[in-house]
């Protein structure tokens, strides 16, 4: 664990290719109430987790730029302009036909695919993800947006009818619920944030919304598209640190619907500041610890590269990736020779050069966090498997396998979020049950083996613990049409493209004794087109 020579080579200035050189973001506006408004108050530094090689001292971070340190005021301005755009729901977003709001996301999406090299390229040195990989972030993205819209369509057609039962007629709707606030994470500063912001938006309901803590100016691009596409007020965004910008917004009461992904503290922090708890709708993903289970006849080569995929894709920093294996004890040495010698292969470098896995980190302290983790383990008994793992260049940590990891040690049960891979030997399957027993979490589970009676077996406890078992495969959101959730600390409500839909509207119906008159009363209203939700339109 200590330094060596050189354990990644930053570049120089002139080692950049000018086709991912970055031009500094210097974000002074916000939007607000349709407009974009320049803020002349603090702005925050951003430094890029990419540092520069200099002839005269260490590494340095490569500033990026700065984003509004917004105030208080700012942000309640927000949250008002937002209540004013949906009006108790008389607004002209919360009214308008399905078809207007799906018109407006499909000309938003339009307009974002317009600015895909420029996220690209700040998610690249924002956050340090691969150029494939935040390719594949804007790409998913953008296609989670269409799906969302033939998604709404769907649910749409399903209830343009009218039901009749015990004589009463009706029919069945979702409405929006008010005011959503959403937040997303770092590790997808793009993608999470888009998927419960869009489907919040074409539901009807109008939105405040944060980015995260880093990857915020890759979404000033975006701003102007926000601005066009949707009525003023719809869509406001707040900078700055939390405990100003959010706290107040939840104490005032004025959100109806918290979309969160980040830490359950966090979550639970925010929930206790609304006055009226049960009048918040919450959707929410938090903390994870998804374990491998390797079975003594799996097949050790996939197994492997599942869990060196699933364990150290974006370094680690995806709040599905494996963050514990454990191997039966039959196959243990081998397995542990093979995953050193696979992490120790992946390539290191920069976001941009191709082949590289794995990349500097942009959370401040994170490498050094992640040393004491190590650290911790290894003083009591552990070993760094790998050759190269657990060293620290500036924002730099190697990639580490820490082995035998056991409950005296915090990587037993502590989320690392980072690029270690803590791995223990069982000798019966009881031990792997008992910790995601004792687990916080309850995301996902790999399960690796062949034997179809040992893996049913394991099959029945596990899904009564965690929302998703993987069979021979590492853990992962997608295909995003699947439900994406958890139990315990790991997550409220349900995302997939059409479990959003739902999670941001509650259903709301008309329904009338089935008189002649009410026929006839529903008839006229439908026939001269006078409610824009009573209606029996079919969009195509
Ligand atoms: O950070 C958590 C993400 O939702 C994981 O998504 O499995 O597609 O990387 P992913």
Not at 202 to 225: C, H, Y
Request: with cysteine.
């Amino acid at each position: 664990m200590n330094s060596p020579a050189a354990i990644i080579q930053f570049p120089a200035l002139r080692d950049i290719p000018l086709a991912h050189a970055c031009a500094p973001v210097h974000q002074r506006d916000y939007l607000l109430a349709g407009e974009l408004r320049t803020w002349d108050g603090p702005v925050q530094d951003v430094l890029s987790p990419v540092c520069l090689r200099r002839p005269d001292g260490p590494p340095r971070q490569v500033a990026l730029g700065h984003y509004p340190l917004l105030g208080e005021a700012e942000a309640l301005a927000a949250l008002e302009a937002a209540a004013r755009a949906y009006d108790h729901g008389r607004g002209a977003w919360p009214t308008m036909p399905v078809a207007g709001r799906i018109e407006a996301v499909e000309e938003f999406a339009f307009r974002m695919a317009e600015k895909r090299a420029e996220v690209v390229r700040l998610l690249m040195w924002e956050i340090g993800k691969t150029l494939p990989d935040s390719e594949k972030e804007f790409d998913r993205t953008l296609q989670y947006v269409r799906d969302t819209i033939d998604a709404l369509k769907e649910l749409d057609r399903v209830s343009s009818r009218f039901t009749l039962a015990e004589g009463i007629l009706g029919q069945i709707r979702r409405a929006p619920l008010g005011v959503a606030l959403c937040m997303g994470p770092y590790n997808y500063p793009l993608n999470e944030t888009f998927t419960t912001l869009i489907p919040a938006l074409i539901m009807g309901n109008t939105v405040v919304f944060k980015p995260a803590r880093f990857g915020v100016l890759l979404l000033r691009p975006l701003l102007e598209a926000f601005r066009d596409a949707f009525p003023a007020g719809v869509v406001n965004t707040v900078y700055g640190d939390g405990r100003t910008v959010i706290g107040p917004l939840m104490a005032s009461g004025g959100v109806d619907c918290l979309a969160f992904i980040g830490t359950a503290k966090v979550a639970d922090l925010l929930k206790k500041q609304h006055p009226a708890p049960h009048r918040l709708r919450c959707v929410l993903g938090l903390d994870a610890k998804n374990p491998a289970i390797v079975l003594p006849d799996a097949d050790l080569d996939l197994a492997l590269s599942e869990c060196a995929l699933g364990a150290l894709s974006f370094n680690g920093q995806r709040c599905t990736a494996i963050k514990m294996v454990f191997v039966h004890e039959s196959v243990y040495a081998p397995f542990l020779q093979g995953l050193a010698a696979r992490v120790d292969g992946l390539s290191r470098g920069m976001p941009w050069e191709e082949g590289v896995r794995i990349t500097p980190l942009p959370e401040t302290g994170k490498a050094e966090y992640l040393r004491g983790l190590v650290e911790d383990a290894v003083v009591r008994g552990a070993k760094v498997a790998n050759a190269g793992g657990a060293r620290v260049e500036g924002t730099f940590f190697s990639p580490a396998v820490v082995a035998p990891v056991d409950a005296r040690m915090r990587l037993w049960r502590e989320e690392q979020f980072g690029p270690v891979v803590p791995v223990a030997p069982f000798a019966t399957v009881d031990e792997p049950l008992r910790w995601v027993a004792e687990s916080s979490y309850g995301q996902q589970v790999s399960l690796f083996g062949r034997d179809a009676a040992a893996i049913g077996a394991l099959l029945d406890p596990l899904v009564n613990q965690v929302s998703r078992v993987n069979l021979n495969s590492q853990c992962q959101r997608g295909p995003d049409t699947f439900p994406f959730t958890g139990r315990k600390d790991s997550a409220e409500g349900t995302l997939s493209v059409s479990d959003a839909l739902r999670v941001f509207s509650i259903r709301a119906l008309v329904a009338a004794k089935g008189t002649g008159a009410n026929k006839a009363l529903v008839t006229e209203i439908l026939r001269q087109r006078r409610s824009k939700w009573l209606s029996t339109d079919f969009i195509f």
